[in-house]
């Protein structure tokens, strides 16, 4: 699939082996984002006629949602990844002050308890999920500058932590445990794809997983997620109410779902049913067979985000190849943990399922990393097959001199 005008640095000699968008990446997340449009307008229908808007107010709007992470994906696509590198220390200070701001009495939005939006009239951003991709770039790029110190030394696998605990923090007083837990998974996801020694790897999986217990249970509203998650059905009407709901949707969809639109469950039974939920109401739908097909889209864009950054990484691309590790588990293990959720196996975290849920952030950022996977996967094959992808001065003065 050709989109030379999407890529004004894309090589217009002829005889040249034009390297091509990934077709099969594109597919599989178009998919997704198809179906999840569908998911939507069908469980956010009682809840816009409940509100008094029109019935496919929500997936109206997650179109729009849609349509502008398109459009803001077609601009990252024209961005080399040199200039994503240039700027990753910039990347983690932009992070820290959204998450700082969104503290900041008056300007973060407060929505059942948590302060994690700033309204920007046109929709509310929840600062958590631009400020996930940009810590990536910031590790990427800081394991391509000191990557050496990083892998044999204590405090050069320490330091690259210390912005990304600031942001961690910012992230607890909001509270948004969910994506902290997310943050920091990836990032050591990325510092063990980098060659970090694994007992230094499993000491600090052993000393947050320490302080994330601490943090668990020195809070209420936390011990009660986690004791309700054990046994929702020992109080399936008050604190158990939402993950009970959730699994007798799953239940009730057995091999092939009740049809779409015939869920009963997103009747006011099951909370959130159109972002945190979604998919419980997929598979009710849906039944066994439409999970399936989820969880394999999925997977594939997960296997695919590691083949480009395999690649990548046998091309001498190191910051290429950590950011496409990172993005790759970010969606693997964001998916991961909110169908964990929806079936029993997880506590319950305010965490929405790419692609999927409704919701303008989710959508805009998830635009972007798939973006920022296809250019370096452009630029992967340039590399190999000795193309140039200079710019767009560069290509028009080649043009000319031709």
């Known amino acids: 699939m050709s989109f030379a005008l999407l890529l004004p640095d894309m090589p217009a000699r002829r005889g040249t082996v034009v390297p091509r968008l990934d077709f099969t990446l594109l597919t599989a997340v178009a998919l997704l984002l198809s179906l999840g449009l569908v998911m939507v307008a069908s469980a956010s229908m009682p809840v816009a006629e409940r509100l008094g808007l029109s019935t496919f107010y929500f997936a109206f709007r997650q179109s729009i949602y849609l349509l502008l992470g398109l459009g803001l994906g077609l601009l990252v696509l024209r961005i080399r990844m040199a200039w994503w590198e240039r700027c990753s220390l910039l990347c983690i200070l932009l992070a820290i002050l959204l998450l700082a701001a969104v503290l900041v009495p008056g300007v973060g939005s407060e929505v059942n308890g948590s302060t994690r939006w700033i309204n920007l009239g046109v929709f509310r951003l929840q600062v958590s999920e631009p400020a996930k991709l940009l810590a990536m770039i910031y590790m990427a790029g800081y394991l391509v500058r000191h990557g050496e110190d990083v892998r044999h030394t204590g405090a050069g696998f320490i330091k690259p932590l210390g912005l990304l605990t600031v942001a961690a923090v910012l992230l607890l007083l909001e509270p ?140 001498g691309n190191l910051f290429a190849a950590y950011l496409a590790y990172g993005i790759g588990t970010w969606l693997g293990l964001q998916a991961l943990i909110n169908i964990g ?40 094959r340039c590399t190999v097959n000795s193309v140039p992808a200079s710019g767009t001065a560069a290509a028009r003065r080649r043009r000319r001199a031709r």
């Open 341 to 380: 959720v929806n079936t029993g196996l997880l506590p319950t975290k305010g965490l929405t399922l790419p692609l999927m849920s409704y919701g303008g952030s989710s959508m805009l950022v998830t635009s972007v990393a798939i973006a920022l996977l296809l250019r370096i996967d452009y630029e992967t």
């Open 176 to 315: 948004d445990f969910g994506a902290t837990v997310v943050l920091m998974a990836t990032a050591l996801a990325m510092m063990f794809m980098a060659g970090v020694s694994l007992w230094k790897y499993a000491a600090l999986i052993a000393t947050l997983g320490g302080a994330f217990a601490v943090l668990a249970i020195s809070s209420p509203y936390r011990m009660q997620r986690l004791t309700t998650f054990l046994n929702p059905w020992a109080d399936p009407f008050n604190s158990g109410f939402q993950l009970t709901q959730s699994l007798i949707a799953i239940g009730r969809g057995e091999w092939l779902g009740v049809g779409l639109g015939g869920s009963v469950q997103k009747l006011f039974y099951l909370p959130e049913a159109h972002t945190d939920f979604v998919f419980a109401v997929l598979a009710e739908e849906l039944g066994l067979v439409g999970i399936l097909v989820l969880l394999s889209l999925y997977a594939f864009i997960v296997f695919r985000a590691y083949s480009i950054a395999a690649i990548a990484e046998q091309g």
